[in-house]
């Protein structure tokens, strides 16, 4: 099976549920402790082994570029004063040289659409999608582990986690078939179907690997829910004729699209942080 290389980080959504925090500001620059939650896609997509990191931005999202180039004068300003801690954390962050490519898609027509504009950048090989939104906490990196699943599958993997049953209606569900340890065989997918039409709590998260095949389905631009061009219908034509599966990602996931969600994420992963940890627990305790 062939390696997964590229990701493709669809970012050109307009965040409208972190408004007005996402007027200006891109809502994956928002931070999560002292981080942009982007950031913490590109490092775990990095940890994945992934060598090619391609942006499809849109309008307004110039801060994303900026914040992965380097920033000379901030750079020579933490050398001469010899923080070379802070200056080797901010060097490590970025991608280098000739890894990062960004595409825009002119309007916001849909995540298949925003898929689809990296269509070049691909070319003929599987390919890992994150959005960022999802963010995902844990000892190993969730794009490594579907990465590895696609090595043993051959065929298209997500992320899925077991969501509350009262909860499908907010998720694309699997209909699942067979089932061996962390990998679900997915017979269909539902998109966020009512608890009492829901074939499993199998809810498909923000992290892809996908074959080139996709491309095919998406050149159709066929609109769908919310007249979006949706990256689950091409994925679903592609049913039956090619392995697709579930991988049940051992990490923790926020949703970074949502207030609530945006909040919890920051109180996780401020308690995973050794120098923050303690003073935050404590902090917290004053809110019980
Ligand atoms: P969301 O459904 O979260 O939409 O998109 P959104 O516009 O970003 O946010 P809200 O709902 O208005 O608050 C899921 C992912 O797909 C990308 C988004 O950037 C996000 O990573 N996306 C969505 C695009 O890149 N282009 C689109 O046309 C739609």
Redesign the pocket.
């Known amino acids: 099976m062939s390696p997964v290389r590229k990701a493709v ?11 007005p925090a ?1 007027k200006v500001l891109p ?2 620059m928002l931070p999560v402790v002292d981080k942009p939650i982007i950031q913490y896609a590109l490092e775990e997509a990095r940890a994945a082994g992934i060598e090619e990191f391609i942006f ?3 309008r307004g999202k110039t801060l994303i570029e900026d914040h992965f180039d380097r920033a000379v004068e901030l750079f020579d300003t933490l050398a001469a004063k010899g923080k070379s801690e802070a200056l080797a954390e901010l060097e490590a962050g970025i991608p280098k040289a000739g890894e990062v490519t960004y595409t825009r ?1 002119q ?5 298949g ?3 689809w504009c990296a269509r070049h950048l691909v070319g003929d090989e599987p390919f890992a999608v994150s ?4 963010l995902i906490l844990g000892d190993s990196p969730c794009l490594g582990e579907l990465a590895e699943a696609h090595g043993r599958t051959g065929g298209n993997i997500v992320a899925t986690m077991e969501v509350p049953h009262a909860h499908t209606k907010r998720y694309g569900i699997l209909d699942p078939g067979e089932i061996d340890g962390r990998l679900v065989e997915a017979k269909a997918m539902v998109e966020k179907p009512e608890p009492e039409r829901a074939p499993s709590r199998y809810a498909v998260i ?1 992290r892809y690997v996908l074959l080139p095949e996709i491309f095919g389905h998406l050149d159709r631009q066929e609109p769908g829910a919310g007249g ?2 949706q ?1 689950t219908d091409a994925m679903a034509q592609m049913l039956g004729a090619r392995p697709f599966h579930g991988y049940v990602f051992s990490g923790e996931r926020y949703d970074c ?2 207030k609530l969600g945006y909040l919890e994420a920051i109180v996780a992963a401020a308690l995973r942080r050794p120098d923050l940890a303690d003073g935050f627990a404590s902090i917290l305790k004053r809110y019980d």
């Open positions: 980080f669809p970012v050109a959504g307009l965040g409208t549920r972190m408004l996402t809502k994956e499809v931005t849109g898609q309007e916001p027509l849909g995540l659409h925003a898929v959005l960022v939104d999802d923000g979006e061009i990256l699209g949502d």
